[in-house]
């Protein structure tokens, strides 16, 4: 009975320590609230703080200068650390084996005006 329930033991423990692995969408505030996006959409905080988001579908990351910046699709950094996303909300990006970003659809640049600045929660 004892070899039968270890296995099953380490392997439940095992699921459940990787299902909360994945990284949360929602970001703290400075003021120490917890932000959370539109669904299918991502928060970060900036280095001061403020929580800003993609819009739904969209990607956001840091750019060279630890700015957030976003754009329709998934986004990745290219070798040079210019930042592009997909055109296509929900759209892969990636880097090639040159280091230049590849998205489906094309691939768009990032900028900060395409980030959302969420609504506090009263």
């Not at 996006?37 to 988001?53: F, L, M």
């Not at 699709?73 to 929900?90: E, I, L, M, N, W």
């Amino acid at each position: 009975m004892m070899r039968i329930f270890w296995p099953t033991a380490l392997l439940l423990c095992a699921l459940s320590a990787s299902a909360t692995d994945k990284p949360s969408p929602c970001a703290t505030a400075r003021d120490g609230r917890l932000v959370c996006p539109q669904p299918d959409a991502r928060c970060v905080a900036d280095r001061y703080g403020d929580v800003i988001c993609s819009s739904p579908g969209g990607g956001i990351v840091f750019n060279r200068y630890g700015e957030p910046v976003c754009g329709p699709g998934r986004c990745t950094t290219d070798r040079r650390g210019d930042v592009f996303c997909s055109k296509a909300p929900r759209g892969a990006a990636a880097v090639d084996r040159f280091g230049n970003a590849a998205c489906s659809v094309e691939c768009v640049a990032a900028k900060a005006q395409a980030c959302v600045k969420p609504k506090p929660a009263r």
